[in-house]
Every structure is written in structure tokens, then in C-alpha cells.
């Protein structure tokens, strides 16, 4: 690529309202191509550094068209690094979706979710937050989706991505 672009992950605890929010960021972002990560999952590619790989050729063959992506998915900074075409972007940034644990139970009870599985995401998105500063650079904003409408989670994700680009 003749210049290096920014690439945005949007990422979360299950249950945060990452994939709720995508046609919305579509509406607001029409220069971003927006994609959800678990579409992979749908047609049966079930490796998840597989899948961050797919993803990423995605979005580096995007922006050699100039063109600047924005995923929606939980994605670890030390495993998008991992990818091959991880050296092609400028910087990865990522912004966090939340929600208060009644909030999430609630949303992953509706999907039929076990138990064990609701505690275990509910954990990792405590991990989010108290990792925010530490794991990620710069620091991951956290927007809070619990009682938000998704016009003003989509907005917010907006103005974080538009003060990179």
C-alpha cells in the first residue's frame, strides 16, 4: 500500500450489542466498510486466529482501495497482531461496548445461553474494562450500552473514529 490507514475494531463481551449496533454505524459511516467478525462463524469457520486472518486480508484489501474498515467483534490487541497483514495498517484502534452484568445475563439469556457461559462473559468483560488502559494504546474508550438507544452508541463510535482519521 502507497499509505498506511487506520483499521477500528469495535470489540466486547458477548452480549454488548457489537453486531445490534452495525446497521446503524452503516447509515453513519457510508465511507467505512463495516463488517461483523462472527459472519465467519455462520458458514462453518469455526478457528478464531483463522478467522482474525480472513478479516484482516479483508480489510487490508479494502484499504488498498482506500477505503478504511471498521470490525465489529471481540478481538484481543495480541492476537490481531499475530495476523500476517497486521504490518499494513498505520494503527489498529479499538473501542469497547458495555454493558452492566444484569443487562448482559438478560441479553445472553434470551439467546439460550447456559449458565456457566453467561458468568464466563460477564468475567471476561470485567477484564475489559479494568484492562482498558493497560492492554491497549491507545487507551480503549468504553461505551456503555445498557440503557443507551443504538442512534447514540452508533454516534459515539462515530466521533471516536473520525478523531483517528
Not at 478479516?55 to 477505503?67: C, D, I, M, Q
Not at 478504511?68 to 469497547?96: Q, R, S
Not at 452492566?100 to 471476561?124: A, G
Request: negative net charge.
Amino acid at each position: 500500500m502507497e499509505k498506511k490507514i487506520p483499521l477500528f475494531i469495535v470489540t466486547g463481551s458477548s452480549g454488548s450489542g457489537k453486531t445490534y449496533v452495525i446497521n446503524e454505524l452503516r447509515k453513519i459511516l457510508p465511507d467505512f466498510d463495516i463488517f461483523d467478525i462472527d459472519n465467519l462463524r455462520e458458514v462453518g469457520i469455526s478457528d478464531e486466529q483463522q478467522i482474525r486472518e480472513v478479516w484482516l486480508r479483508v480489510a487490508r484489501n479494502t484499504a488498498e482501495s482506500g477505503r478504511m474498515t471498521l470490525i465489529c467483534g471481540a478481538a484481543m490487541t495480541w492476537d490481531i497482531e499475530k495476523c500476517v497483514d497486521y504490518p499494513y495498517f498505520k494503527h489498529v484502534y479499538y473501542l469497547n461496548l458495555h454493558c452492566n452484568d444484569e443487562t448482559r445475563e438478560k441479553r445472553l439469556r434470551e439467546r439460550n445461553w447456559p449458565e456457566e457461559m453467561i458468568q464466563d462473559y460477564k468475567e471476561f468483560a470485567k477484564w475489559l474494562i479494568d484492562n482498558a488502559d493497560k492492554e491497549y494504546s491507545p487507551q480503549m474508550p468504553i461505551v456503555d450500552t445498557t440503557i443507551a438507544d443504538v442512534a447514540d452508541v452508533a454516534a459515539q463510535i462515530k466521533e471516536w473514529v473520525l478523531q483517528y482519521t
